[in-house]
């Protein structure tokens, strides 16, 4: 193909694969495309020379050439903007600015906040989705239409008409863009255009990664934690004569319970459940209330063993030195013996003791003949005041004693028993926590002999003082028949007497004291709910805020570079196309 200023489409020669002699465009043809060149230029085509060559007419009289029905070529090409300026372009990207402004002030007033309620059940998701799916729909006008404006630039300089058709691609989407970035030498402004082009695919999937909604615990607002305390206690009953004074039967019963709980570890059997009716609540404080406490000491190593050799049968004698005895003379029948009347050996006037209870076990063969040895325990039971600390996590209750006060003496009679509590936390003042003499001579009294008896036996058969001390040798024993005591053993029995009281102090106990109950025998903690709230990875707001500011500098270039150019307005209009060729300086 020949060269020249002009704007041309080539025709293929007649012998070329694209074009047969028989084509109705061959060189014969009476067609105004077919010239004796190889190419034609847009102004040669005329609506009135159909059936006539072009080549003969021009030869015979140029002066008469037949005009174009197309406008004047400098009228057409001159600097008048047919579509109104860059003003659509400016408007459209004020439009996505906002859009992408609105989007920023929306998740900003909603960061670290609750998942936010609207009219009409909107949820912040699609509005957010919404507002991007406008900011991006406005932000590539300008930048397709200032692709479209830099085509002219650009053919101005390059008069090449496959690049026209590359920045018209590129101007129409993503493919396009590409194209024009790889096919197009060095560079130039319209592949601004066309990256951010492509970056708009990722405006989307940014906005959706920006929100994310995780759930946290807070404060509710309905309702509180509370657990019940007992600050004092003083219920009792009267006996069979005015004289005695019984445990009501609420502390009766709280003492069975724990005797006869026959689970492992049945101390544990006694925690109470607290008002919690979120599942999850916590106390920031710990608390104080009046219990039951016990403790226990093996005393095995201060027996003293007397045998007698000097009759037929030889046996032993086995005592403590509060004056606990075990007679061995019934060899292994007896299985144990215990006591609620004797003093103690480690524990005596140590605390606030309202029972104690001293064992000596018999270790025996299988028939119950012979008797191997012997086992002492002790344990006692007082009046405390338990300092906690709890929680309740997924509905299940903890409560860790962290400190625990008691009297420094056994209680005297008439007294009452009073524990003091010094200062701790908020609390600049100490407490005192108080058990009525009547009260605590009644479970004591209650306890003077319920821990008296033994348990004996033999092949086949067993017997004992009462159920209590059944239930306290079989809790106690390993299981082996031998009257060995299992870990544990009647300790956690009378650990579970204690919980078991302690239990009913705290729920059933009715204070006295008017100021007390208005107080209110209860410590209140903070009930958790769970809420989902909004958090905004900002990070991901990056893209689209770096698009916008690209867009408005492509923009800004665009229409400078436009000015400077001197060509038209034409951006996305094809009928330039129609008009022919440029020359340097203007078109023609």
């Known amino acids: 193909m020949s060269q020249t200023n002009g704007m041309h489409i080539q025709i293929p020669s007649p012998t070329s694969a694209g074009l047969s002699p028989a084509s109705p465009y061959s060189l014969r043809s009476n067609s105004p495309l077919i010239r004796e060149r190889d190419y034609v230029e847009l102004d040669d085509i005329k609506i009135d020379e159909a059936g006539q060559n072009y080549q003969q007419h021009s030869a015979r009289d140029p002066s008469k050439r037949p005009q174009s029905l197309l406008p004047p070529q400098d009228a057409a090409f001159g600097h008048d903007d047919s579509n109104g300026w860059w003003l659509f372009e400016i408007i459209a990207w004020v439009v996505s600015a906002v859009a992408l402004a609105v989007i920023i002030v929306t998740i900003a007033l909603t960061d670290e906040k609750p998942l936010p309620q609207w009219p009409m059940n909107i949820t912040l998701n699609s509005f957010v989705s919404f507002m991007s799916t406008l900011m991006k729909a406005a932000l590539v006008i300008p930048v397709t239409e200032g692709i479209s404006q830099l085509k002219w630039i650009w053919f101005k300089r390059a008069e090449s008409l496959n690049d026209i058709q590359t920045f018209d691609e590129a101007s129409r989407g993503t493919w396009g863009s590409l194209k024009l970035l790889f096919k197009t030498k060095r560079l130039h402004l319209a592949k601004l255009g066309a ?16 929100i994310v909604y995780p759930t946290r615990t807070i404060p509710s607002t309905l ?28 502390m009766k019963s709280a003492i069975s319970n724990g005797v006869y709980d026959t689970n492992d570890q049945p101390q544990n059997d006694f925690l109470l459940t607290p008002q919690c009716a979120t599942g999850n609540c916590t106390w920031p404080e710990t608390y104080h209330t009046l219990a039951v406490c016990s403790k226990c000491a093996n005393t095995t190593s201060v027996i ?10 030889s046996y032993c004698e086995y005592s403590l030195p509060n004056g606990m005895f075990f007679d061995g003379f019934y060899r292994g029948r007896l299985y144990m013996n215990a006591s609620s009347t004797l003093p103690t050996v480690n524990f005596n006037n140590t605390q606030s ?9 018999g270790l025996h ?39 625990t006060y008691t009297g420094d003496k056994d209680p005297v009679m008439g007294e009452n028993i009073t524990i003091t509590v010094p200062p701790s936390g908020n609390r600049t003042a100490s407490q005192d926590f108080i058990v009525d003499s009547e009260a605590w001579r009644a479970i004591s009294w209650h306890f003077s002999d319920y821990w ?5 036996g033999q092949t086949g058969e067993r017997s004992s003082s009462n159920d209590v001390l059944t239930a306290l040798y079989d809790l106690g024993e390993d299981g082996s028949g031998s009257g060995a005591q299992k870990p544990g053993g009647e300790n956690d029995t009378i650990a579970a007497v204690a919980a078991s009281m302690t239990k009913f102090l705290r729920i059933n106990t009715q204070s006295s004291s008017t100021t007390k109950k208005q107080n209110g025998d209860t410590a209140l903690g ?38 400077m150019s001197g060509i038209a307005l034409w951006k996305s209009s094809t009928l330039p196309m129609l008009e022919g060729k440029i020359i340097p300086g203007r078109w023609r």
């Open 223 to 250: 309702s509180n934690a509370s657990v019940p305390l007992a600050l004092e206690y003083s219920d009792y009953t009267f006996g069979e004569i005015m004289a005695i004074r019984e445990p009501t039967l609420g």
């Open 365 to 403: 063969d299988l028939s119950s003949t012979s008797l191997f040895g012997v086992v002492s325990n002790e344990c006692v039971l007082y009046f405390c005041v338990n300092e906690y600390h709890a929680e309740v996590t997924n509905g299940n209750f903890k409560e860790t004693v962290s400190a």
């Open 195 to 210: 990256f951010i082009t492509i970056m708009t695919l990722g405006v989307d999937p940014f906005i959706q990664q920006v």
């Open 526 to 563: 903070t009930a958790w709910t769970s809420q989902t709230f909004v958090h905004v990875r900002w990070e991901w707001m990056i893209l689209p805020v770096v698009l916008e500011g690209l867009a408005l500098v492509f923009l800004i270039c665009t229409i400078i570079q436009s000015k």
């Open 304 to 313: 003293n063993k007397k045998c007698d050799n000097s009759g037929a049968f």
């Open 452 to 456: 008296t008896g033994n348990v004996t």
């Open 353 to 361: 003791t309202i029972s104690s209870i001293s064992t000596m076990r």
